[in-house]
């Protein structure tokens, strides 16, 4: 399988997972993952509303599998990265949610 094929398989899952956790209330999120402040040696995570609204919103189990999957994916090609944003907005007109994956390396 290419690196584009896990990965995008990977983005799915981790879109619905954020999507999963979200309050009803919010219409947008960004999940932050990191390598650059390692914790523990795992991957440093943070899920923010982009629209300003203050809840807490802790990323769940899945998530942190899945994002490890996503970065051994990535090192596993030769191309580990150093942040990715994967951010979700739901789309008022075409009542729908759209999501974006943004990899840093």
Known sequence: MTLHEEH???DRAIWQAILALLPD???SA??????ESR????LAHSIENLD?????????DEIFVLTAEHYDSFRRHGSPWREVIWSV??????EKWK??????Y
């Open 89 to 94: 907005r739901y789309d008022f007109d075409d």
């Open 52 to 60: 300003g609204e203050n809840d807490i919103c802790i990323p769940s």
């Open 8 to 10: 995008e398989q990977i």
């Open 25 to 27: 209330h919010w219409s």
């Open 99 to 104: 999501c974006l994956t943004d990899i840093k």
């Open 39 to 42: 914790i523990d040696s795992g």
């Open 30 to 35: 960004a999940l932050s993952v990191s390598t």
